[in-house]
């Protein structure tokens, strides 16, 4: 693939909106076809992996065992 690639250039900009690592977004985004729909569900999948991230940092920040269970 190359920068000129259509999927380099999602993966940028979705990685750049999402803070989500470029190597991980450029991996989802090449599971999935490069139609309205693939790129839909490449972005669905992109927004898990970013939740994901979230709460690690947020468990780490606050020392939680389960994120799960916080009250508010």
């Known amino acids: 693939m190359t920068s000129d690639d259509p999927v380099?250039?999602?993966a940028k900009?979705?990685?750049k909106d999402t803070k989500v690592p470029l190597p991980r977004v450029?991996?989802?985004f090449q599971k999935h076809p490069l139609t309205r729909?693939?790129?839909d569900a490449a972005i669905e999948e992109v927004?898990?992996?970013k939740k994901q991230l979230l709460m690690k940092d947020l468990s780490s920040a606050f020392n939680l065992k389960e994120v799960g269970r916080l009250s508010r």
């Open 8 to 10: 380099v250039k999602l």
């Open 13 to 15: 900009l979705v990685s």
């Open 26 to 28: 450029a991996q989802i």
């Open 37 to 39: 729909k693939g790129v």
């Open 47 to 49: 927004w898990v992996v």
